[in-house]
Nanobody, 115 residues
Framework: QVQLLESGGGLVQAGGSLKLSCVASGIWFSITATCWHRQAPGKQRELVARITSGGSTDYADSLKGRFTISRDNAKNTVYLQMNSLKPEDTAVYYC?????????WGQGTQVTVSS
């Protein structure tokens, strides 16, 4: 059974930083692509960043330079380092991966950025 568990969210002032973690059980992040998505109140869920099994990364254009996705294979954990946070980054952040044709999602972690 695949489970993803996010952590690291919280309340931070604008300009601050947070590092989110997503740890997996039942699947190895090193053999699949993993994404971070976010959903702000009243808005659609959007892709934030992705890391492939080979370690290549890509980001939403608006977030390049502020957010960094990384992976620790030994810990089977994917991270999202978020710097220079803005109030508009406030959202629930979700970790997502795929095995075969099935998508798996974590429960999300709330990030709130105060102005």
């Amino acid at each position: 059974q695949v489970q993803l568990l996010e952590s690291g969210g919280g309340l931070v002032q604008a300009g601050g930083s947070l590092k989110l973690s997503c740890v997996a059980s039942g699947i190895w992040f090193s053999i699949t692509a993993t994404c971070w998505h976010r959903q702000a109140p009243g808005k659609q869920r959007e892709l934030v960043a992705r890391i492939t099994s080979g370690g290549s990364t890509d980001y939403a254009d608006s977030l390049k330079g502020r957010f960094t996705i990384s992976r620790d294979n030994a810990k089977n954990t994917v991270y999202l380092q978020m710097n220079s946070l803005k109030p508009e980054d406030t959202a629930v952040y979700y970790c997502n991966t795929r095995s075969g044709t099935k998508d798996y999602w974590g429960q999300g972690t709330q990030v709130t950025v105060s102005s």
